[in-house]
């Protein structure tokens, strides 16, 4: 018996960015990116979204695509962020 395929990853994962202080062990805050299509996520990061599994550090290239998808800015002098994928 064969099982129809199903892609899950989109349905089973979401996204938060995590703001760190430079040089700080735990965050001071994580915003929740579920409304962000796994696509859009995707695109900005640069990984398939069958491959998207980590945390990935979210830099200067990624400020202005984040900020379009979310009204989330990046005040990169201050904080550290990374995008983390959470499955659900």
């Given amino acids: 018996m064969t099982l129809p395929s199903h892609h899950a990853e989109s349905d089973a ?24 299509d796994v696509n859009a996520v995707s695109a900005m990061l640069g990984v398939p979204g069958a491959e998207l599994t980590d945390v990935y550090p979210l830099e200067k290239p990624h400020r202005s695509e984040l900020q379009r998808l979310t009204r989330v800015d990046l005040d990169l002098d201050h904080y550290e962020y990374f995008l983390e994928v959470l499955a659900d």
């Fill in 13 to 36: 994962m979401r996204f938060v960015v995590a703001r760190y202080e430079k040089d700080a062990d735990s965050p001071d805050s994580v915003t929740d990116l579920s409304t962000v």
